[in-house]
């Protein structure tokens, strides 16, 4: 049997156009984004393998994660070899740990996510770091939320920053893009769920917030917070308490101490139900 071809000129066509995915104008144009490194490539592979169009590794992955690409290869994956100076032109990051995958978008509208009928979901409203977002996203992963939610007004989530980010996570959980947040909150409070805005002038404390009912966190940007307007529009502005001398948390480590609240409070009302 004759070995399998190795791309090796980081400068061909094929290279260009996966490097090319790093724009924004490029992914939105072709519907596709890559997911770097073992971690996001075997939760794609293992998850969603129907959204996966390419898998690249070079010789060193190929040995080493050879059951993914097998894997990959049962699932319909069409995988190819290339070498390490290939995948490196083809990544954003600068180590990408021997594979990449050319990827479908996976986002759902919205009436997929509330036909779930959640316990409770984050939105992302004027959220714009990619690292903020992607870690968001992982922590309603872990905590179990039902969906993630992304407003018009912030950062790509297939950006190549936030895919990272993620560590895999967004190949789990429904996520619905670029809707205003304002279609979105109105969405979500017809379907049944409160709304509680997440900011740090709250009036109400997160250990006495409503957490037994379904909810939607509604989490806005980095630096100033919640616009007034999607604030007001909230059932309820929450803040976590801070018990110590710090002036306030990051997005990421609020939202991830809300959601697990979320988590504890949904696992606590199992319990007393049955």
Known sequence: ??????????????????????????????????AEGPQAVREAVTHRPDVVRDLYADDTAAERYADLLAAARDAGVPTHDVSSEVLAAMCDTRQPQGLAAVCRPL????????????????????VRDPGNAGTVIRGADASG????????ASVDVYNPKVVRSTAGSLFHLPLVLGAPVDELLSRLRAAGLLLLAADGSGDQLLTDAPLERRHAWVMGNEAWGLPPQVRDGC????????????????????????????????????????
Do not use: K, W
């Open 107 to 126: 986002d759902v509208d919205l009436d997929a996510a509330l036909a779930a009928r959640p316990d409770f979901v984050v939105v992302l409203t004027h």
């Open 235 to 274: 059932d309820q502005v929450v803040r976590v308490p801070i018990y110590g001398l710090a002036e306030s948390l990051n997005l990421a480590m609020a939202a991830t101490v809300c959601l697990y609240a979320s988590a504890g409070a949904r696992a606590s009302a199992t319990q007393l139900s049955r």
């Open 145 to 152: 939320a039902g969906a993630v939610l992304v407003s018009d």
């Open 1 to 34: 049997m004759s070995a399998r071809p190795v791309l090796t000129n980081p400068r061909s066509d094929r290279v260009r156009s996966v490097r090319a995915l790093s724009r924004r104008s490029v992914r939105q144009r072709q519907g596709l984004f890559l």
